[in-house]
Nanobody, 123 residues
Framework: VQLQASGGGLVQAGGSLRLSCAASEGIFSRYAMGWFRQIPGKEREFVAVINWNGGTTYYADSVKGRFTISRDDVKNTVYLQMNNLKPEDTALYYC?????????????????WGQGTQVTVSS
């Protein structure tokens, strides 16, 4: 499967962006999906994950109340709506697919990864 992430860009603090990640194949509704991010020189970290039917979501404490993960199984796409962005949200954002319907926060439990989309938040 190929995961194509898009929607990153440069935004001022307090602004919003919506990231999208489209899967090229597979029955999308069979998989949990997630968003992770990485700052240069640091480990990749969990941001948000969603289970197969959207009924369960988990968020990193740092983004709770600001970010929302959602999915559209007709479009084979998972989204990350990011509001009230902060400079510390600046990172390369990756989407990932887990070969399970259950969402977990550990990145090593995800099997397929997209190429990443850069988000830069200026102060």
């Amino acid at each position: 499967v190929q995961l194509q992430a898009s929607g990153g860009g440069l935004v001022q603090a307090g602004g919003s962006l919506r990231l999208s990640c489209a899967a090229s194949e597979g029955i999308f509704s069979r998989y949990a999906m997630g968003w992770f991010r990485q700052i240069p020189g640091k480990e990749r970290e969990f941001v948000a994950v969603i289970n197969w039917n959207g009924g369960t979501t988990y968020y990193a404490d740092s983004v709770k109340g600001r970010f929302t993960i959602s999915r559209d199984d007709v479009k084979n796409t998972v989204y990350l709506q990011m509001n009230n962005l902060k400079p510390e949200d600046t990172a390369l954002y990756y989407c990932a697919r887990r070969n399970s319907i259950v969402a977990v926060t550990a990145e090593d439990r995800y099997d397929s990864w997209g190429q990443g989309t850069q988000v830069t938040v200026s102060s």
